[in-house]
């Protein structure tokens, strides 16, 4: 294990069992002869973060004084999980930790579940953003993440009589002793108004006169890097109501009125918004982006004004990174703080701006972009959108220096979109703006050059890059697998593999040799004891664990097509129904586990979720099927339970229709914890394919060249009878609910064609699901599978991913504190 100096604070298991104490009495304010696990988790907690502080001080006083290059990662969202364990493993004091707790009569484990976890992101992309500030301060590079601190995350998924119901995750309610309230740090953020003119030196200048303030409170939250001192900030910002310009409305009177409507300003930071297209156009929404954006860029220029009198120099001191449109509007508040603030030119500013921002995207398909209406944007914002409309115009007139009058191609290109509704196009002003603009994955990349994003990769090919997703094998691993930790430091002799992950392919020499095979299987089956233990308190559902656990646990998408997966369980069930007895000896018994949340409005989706649960009701129940098939749904599936199914799972599946997903990062974590994968041949999957090779995974499905074919001639598809039979069982009401579930089926089979090609895919599915079947009763090959999965894991850590942008996007090297 490795070892850090201690700083002022000791690290030793006697003053961490004081600093517990000390936290217990004064801090949680209970007696230190008496307090629970919740209270010694509180205390525990304190004493981690008091040396979080330490090295966060460190580590700003050190970078401060170098003053390089840093990068602003800028997301709306961030899932960050728990911290407590995460914290520890990341100072190294975990074996202290557990002797100081044991002697006070407490295990480690037991109060980190105490933890709630801080989901303040709906799925991918934001759990990207947090394996990303992981790796970020691990590889020392001076960096900064900020976000939102919204008051309630993403909602809880609560499950009753098979249909989701969504409650508020009010996460703050008993303290977040990982957040430093910032009172002082604050800036006021401006909305509505007019744009008026003022006259500076004989010069013209436009003055934007805004019409309400709201204060943005800071509130940061320290990430910590494995085997380095360095600690490195989330700043999150909350809204609180302001005191400038609110001396009217408490002249008029109505005092309480007035208080009440202060009040209000909090609004703007309390609710995330679920991933869901139909929430585009919302004020609140487009409230909190612009709040989010004038709050950091305040706090980012304050930074670089500290240094620095020059602009030109900005450049050299920032790195702007987008992640995906939301953070965008931060585009044309640089332009405006540029010119009408500082008074540069336009074109000055302009090549500013063009030098700062990188832009990354997470969306595959042209519908999914982000707009903005342009009244909403012109009473909220008037001033950008005045700005937006300058860079379009001048964008669009080198077009047409280019393109002459190719207006087709102009009004693809432009950044306002014309129409009935007008819009603003965030995507456009992102990649017209930035120096980069990536995707997600290779093949992801690849469909921007040549579809999404076609006509902008033709006028400038020099800006489009690709970084390969990653996810952090600290967590992954060390903190969510620790049985799998020990036994790989074992065999490769050394643990350097946790900062340099490439080591694992040292694995790979050793993944036909018996003994490790046989001490990989003993690993595994303790996480899925673990596994099915947390099944069975949840669910009611007793389950064997030397069953086949084959999971699907991600947001509820059509594309993602968990109803695929649904309807081959039903076809799995109703063979076994129809089997001889004698055959059934040769069925390998499987645990299918489908978990997930579905945005509030999604209909087909929250439609999927009870039809798992009428299918899972009737299987369960049948005392003709037994052990042989169980089916689970796993409510409010987030990251600590991530964490548990992650580790004990055998198979998991990726089956989005090929061209679908971006890239995907939930393969990865299954990937590092040397689950088997079946996946289509769609995002990141390719590449996994790639480094492990085809015969270590079971791969099925239309490949991404033949779907625009298949779509075309879907209606004419001949659907093979097995895909008709488990349909009609699901329409005619043999799980119930038959009229429920007519929309559901009409999907894929109605007059609109089965868009995400089930029908298309089912056999092809099928004999992939029989190959998992059968490599399965062959244990020996399967756990050599699984080491070789393993073994391949480290191309997919956020350690390259980082690594990547840090020298091809952002220009930044590291800066290591001493
Ligand atoms: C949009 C408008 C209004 C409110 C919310 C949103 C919104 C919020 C979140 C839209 C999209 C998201 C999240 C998208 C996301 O998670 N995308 C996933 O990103 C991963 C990381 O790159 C990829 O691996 C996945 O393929 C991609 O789906």
């Not at 336009?346 to 982000?370: D, Q, R």
Request: proline share 3%; with cysteine; charged share 25%.
């Amino acid at each position: 294990v490795f070892k850090l100096m201690d700083g002022y604070l000791k690290n030793d298991s006697v003053s961490l069992q004081k600093a517990i104490l000390d936290h217990v009495e004064f801090t949680v304010a209970r007696s230190r002869f008496s307090f629970d696990d919740f209270e010694a988790y509180q205390a525990l907690s304190h004493s981690v973060r008091d040396r979080l502080i330490e090295r966060w001080h460190d580590t700003h006083q050190y970078v401060k004084r170098k003053d390089p290059k840093r990068v602003y990662f800028l997301s709306l969202e961030f899932l960050m999980g728990r911290s407590l364990s995460n914290s520890i493993i990341n100072l190294g004091i975990k074996d202290q930790c557990v002797e100081a707790l044991s002697q006070l009569g407490f295990e480690l484990e037991v109060l980190a579940e105490q933890e709630g976890d801080a989901a303040l992101g709906n799925g991918g992309l934001a759990r990207l953003s947090a394996c990303i500030m992981d790796s970020l301060a691990t590889l020392d590079f001076p960096a900064w993440g900020y976000g939102l601190r919204y008051q309630y995350g993403l909602f809880r998924q609560v499950i009753l009589d098979g249909f989701q119901h969504e409650q508020p995750d009010y996460w703050l309610n008993f303290g977040n002793p990982w957040e430093i309230e910032r009172v002082h740090i604050s800036y006021p953020v401006k909305f509505y108004g007019t744009v008026e003119e003022e006259i500076v030196d004989g010069k013209k200048f436009k003055i934007w006169v805004p019409g309400e303030t709201v204060e943005a409170v800071a509130y940061d939250n320290p990430i910590p890097g494995y085997g380095t001192r360095n600690t490195i900030n989330l700043r999150l910002w909350a809204a609180k109501p302001s005191d400038q310009y609110d001396m009217e409305s408490f002249n008029t009177g109505d005092y309480i009125n007035a208080v009440i409507n202060r009040q209000k300003a909090e609004t703007i930071s309390s609710v995330l918004y679920p991933d869901d297209r139909s929430y585009q156009g919302k004020e609140l929404r487009l409230k909190q982006q612009y709040f989010f954006v004038s709050a950091s860029l305040q706090d980012i220029v304050r930074r670089f004004k500290d240094l620095h009198t020059n602009f030109q120099e900005f450049p050299d001191k920032v790195a702007l990174q987008l992640n995906d449109t939301h953070p965008s509007l931060m585009i044309a508040e640089l332009m405006r703080v540029l010119v009408d603030e500082e008074h540069l030119d336009w074109n000055e500013a302009w090549g500013i701006v063009g030098k700062a921002f990188s832009f990354t995207t997470h969306i595959v398909v042209l519908e999914g972009l982000e707009k903005i209406p342009v009244d909403l944007l012109g009473s909220l914002l008037p001033r950008h959108l005045q700005i937006i409309y300058d860079i379009n115009f001048l964008f669009v007139e080198d077009l047409k220096k280019r393109f002459g009058s190719d207006y087709d191609r102009l009004s693809r290109m432009s950044i306002v979109e014309e129409g009935p509704v007008k819009n603003v196009r965030m995507a456009n002003l992102s990649i017209v703006s930035s120096h980069t603009v990536n995707g997600v994955s290779q093949v992801h990349s690849q469909i921007l050059k040549t579809k999404v994003f076609k006509d902008f990769y033709e006028l400038w090919p020099e800006k489009f890059q690709h970084k390969t997703n990653g996810v952090t094998q600290r967590r992954w691993i060390v903190g969510s697998n620790p049985g799998l930790c020990g036994l790989i430091t074992k065999w490769l002799g050394t643990e350097a593999w946790i900062r340099n992950v490439d080591l694992l392919l040292g694995l790979r020499q050793h993944a036909a040799n018996p003994e490790l095979q046989e001490e990989w299987r003993m690993i595994r089956r303790v996480n899925k004891k673990r596994l099915a233990d947390y099944i069975e308190a949840m669910s009611g559902v007793k389950v064997c664990i030397d069953a086949m656990f084959d999971v699907q646990v991600k947001r509820i998408h059509e594309y993602k097509r968990q109803l695929l997966n649904v309807l081959s369980i039903i076809h799995r069930y109703d063979c076994i129904k129809n089997m001889k007895k004698g055959d059934r000896r040769k069925v390998v018994s499987r645990v299918c586990l489908i978990g997930g949340k579905a945005a509030p409005g999604y209909e087909i989706a929250k439609k999927i979720i009870k039809l798992v649960h009428v299918v899972a009701e009737k299987i369960n129940n049948d005392p003709d099927i037994g052990d042989l098939l169980k089916l689970v749904f796993i409510p409010d599936y987030n990251v600590s339970v991530a964490e548990l199914v992650v580790p004990g799972s055998d198979l998991s599946q990726h089956i989005s229709t090929a061209g679908h997903e971006a890239s995907g990062t939930s393969s990865m974590k299954f990937l590092m914890n040397g689950c088997l994968l079946l996946a289509t041949a769609d995002g990141s999957t390719l590449e996994i394919i790639e480094e492990i090779g085809e015969d270590n995974l079971f791969v099925f499905g239309a490949k991404l060249h033949e779907v625009p074919s298949l779509r075309d001639k879907a209606r004419d598809f001949e659907v093979p009878r097995q895909f008709a039979r488990v349909v009609r069982m699901v329409r005619e009401g043999y799980f119930g609910f038959g009229d429920y579930f007519e929309s559901l089926c009409d999907s894929i089979e109605g007059n609109g064609g089965d868009f995400y090609l089930l029908g298309n895919d089912f056999m092809s599915y099928l004999e992939a699901q029989a190959a998992a079947d059968k490599t399965f009763v062959d244990q020996e090959r399967w756990t050599q599978m699984s080491i070789l999965s393993a073994a391949g894991s480290g191309r997919f850590s956020t350690d390259r991913t980082v690594g990547e942008y840090a020298e091809k996007t952002w220009g930044i090297t590291p800066c290591k504190c001493p």
